[in-house]
């Protein structure tokens, strides 16, 4: 059964700071994996999508690349803003389902 | 990008009564929709999928008598919490994907249910 684990949990940076969220899966047989953001109270967002044949995505200040083989994502965050405070989750899919990661709350410091 | 609604994006009920909460793919057809919930600080946990004009399929430990999930039209589904309790209370969002070949999921805004 498919784990897919967030680290770190929380992390606050000061305004400017670039950073590196980590996403790790258990099975790399994927379909494809996805990062999201999630305001509190509010739905999903989805900021970018790789799929299992991609190593990267890239969207504006964001860039997540994927180690099928490692079974690990990162989502890489230039320049950080106090309007990038939220939580980030990653999600991989494979041929029956979708599992999420727990997320890691970020907190950016003006 | 493809846009899902969700509706109502929060609710109070009394205990043992049914709440309804619609999940809409506003400019594509969904042929498959999925129905999550989320519990404070936690991540989403997948409560069922459902096709269209079939029956919806259960995550294990889910009741599907007390979520009841009807998927009539390819632009609707609806999950009906059934005789809620306050262990009910959660955030449950859905997601829809058209059959893209990216096999990504669009999400609603997510409702917010409060059983008192």
């Known amino acids: 059964k498919q784990e897919v684990t967030q680290i770190p949990a929380a992390l606050s940076v000061p305004e400017g700071e670039n950073l590196v969220l980590n996403c790790s899966f258990t099975?790399?047989?994927?379909?494809?994996l996805q990062w999201f953001r999630q305001d509190p109270g509010k739905g999903l967002t989805s900021l970018l999508l790789?799929?299992?044949?991609?190593r990267e995505q890239t969207s504006g200040r964001l860039n997540a690349s994927l180690d099928k083989s490692s079974g690990r994502s990162t989502l890489y965050i230039a320049a950080s803003q106090p309007g990038d405070s939220a939580t980030y989750l990653c999600?991989?899919?494979?041929?029956?389902?979708?599992?999420f990661g727990a997320g890691t709350r970020l907190t950016v410091k003006p | 990008g493809a846009v899902v609604s969700q509706h109502p994006s929060w609710v109070i009920c009394k205990s043992g009564t049914s709440v309804k909460i619609e999940c809409r793919s506003l400019?594509?057809?969904?042929?498959?929709m999925f129905w999550y919930r989320q519990f404070p600080k936690q991540s989403l946990m997948l409560m069922a999928t459902?096709?269209?004009?079939?029956?919806?399929?259960?995550e294990q430990g889910v009741e599907k008598d007390k979520f009841l999930i009807n998927h009539a039209s390819l632009t609707l589904s609806t999950l009906t919490v059934t005789s809620a309790h306050p262990e009910d209370s959660s955030f449950y969002i859905c997601?829809?994907?058209?059959?893209?070949?990216?096999?990504?999921?669009?999400f609603g805004e997510g409702s917010r249910l409060t059983v008192l």
């Open positions: 459902s096709n269209e004009g079939s029956k919806a399929t259960y």
């Open positions: 997601s829809a994907t058209g059959g893209f070949n990216t096999g990504e999921l669009f």
């Open positions: 099975d790399s047989a994927i379909y494809n």
């Open positions: 790789i799929q299992s044949s991609q």
């Open positions: 999600a991989v899919s494979d041929d029956n389902d979708m599992r």
């Open positions: 400019d594509f057809q969904a042929t498959t």
